[in-house]
């Protein structure tokens, strides 16, 4: 079984430590028809990253959208 989100980067925010907080919420668009069916399975929700790879962190771009697949460790 697996799941899968759709997500909205929010913001990234420099930590002290030299590393960056990302932090991703559940957005959709009416207009979209995907967002439609995304917005009934997974209506709200959030996730927070701690990311201590420069190059990781700059692939990320704020407003953009991105999946997050969810399945069991077997």
Same mark, same amino acid.
């Given at each position: 079984?697996? !799941?899968? #989100?759709?997500? +909205?980067?929010?913001?990234?925010?420099? @930590?002290?430590?030299?590393?960056?907080?990302?932090?991703?919420?559940? +957005? &959709?668009?009416?207009?979209?028809?995907? %967002?439609?069916?995304?917005? *009934?399975? +997974?209506? +709200?929700?959030?996730?927070?990253? @701690?990311? %201590?790879?420069? *190059? #990781?962190?700059?692939?990320?771009? !704020?407003?953009?959208? &991105? &999946?997050?697949?969810?399945?069991?460790?077997?």
């Amino acid at each position: 079984m697996s !799941i899968r #989100a759709k997500m +909205t980067l929010e913001g990234i925010f420099a @930590q002290s430590w030299g590393g960056a907080k990302a932090i991703f919420r559940c +957005t &959709y668009d009416q207009k979209v028809a995907e %967002d439609l069916s995304f917005q *009934k399975a +997974t209506p +709200t929700g959030m996730a927070e990253f @701690q990311i %201590d790879n420069p *190059k #990781a962190a700059e692939q990320l771009v !704020i407003g953009k959208s &991105y &999946y997050f697949d969810i399945s069991p460790v077997d």
